[in-house]
Nanobody, 115 residues
Framework: QVKLDESGGGLVQAGGSLRLSCKVS???????MGWYRQAPEKQREFVAS???????NYADSVKGRFTISQNNAYNTVYLQMDNLKPEDTAVYYC??????????WGQGTQVTVSS
């Protein structure tokens, strides 16, 4: 059974920082890990991903402000969010893709940035 535990969301003022974590448990072979977000009345959108060979991608809206990383065991993914803006307010979801390209999602963590 695969389980994703997210943490690190909260309320922060514009210009502040937060760090999200997502720990994956279960006997799986992870191909890629990433973060998505969904603001009220908007579709879920891609934020950042890290894959095999440490290939990293970011959405244009977060480049230069957000940093995605993994721990040495490759079972935890982090999202360091700096210089946060009110438009970053959303529920952030962790996504893990395993061998066979099956995807698993975390439960979501709320990030609120006040102006």
């Amino acid at each position: 059974q695969v389980k994703l535990d997210e943490s690190g969301g909260g309320l922060v003022q514009a210009g502040g920082s937060l760090r999200l974590s997502c720990k994956v448990s279960g006997r799986i072979s992870i191909v890629a890990m990433g973060w998505y977000r969904q603001a009220p009345e908007k579709q879920r959108e891609f934020v950042a991903s890290i894959g095999v060979g440490h290939r990293i991608n970011y959405a244009d809206s977060v480049k230069g402000r957000f940093t995605i990383s993994q721990n040495n065991a490759y079972n935890t993914v982090y999202l360091q969010m700096d210089n946060l803006k009110p438009e970053d307010t959303a529920v952030y979801y962790c996504k893990v893709v395993v061998a066979g390209f099956q995807a698993y999602w975390g439960q979501g963590t709320q990030v609120t940035v006040s102006s």
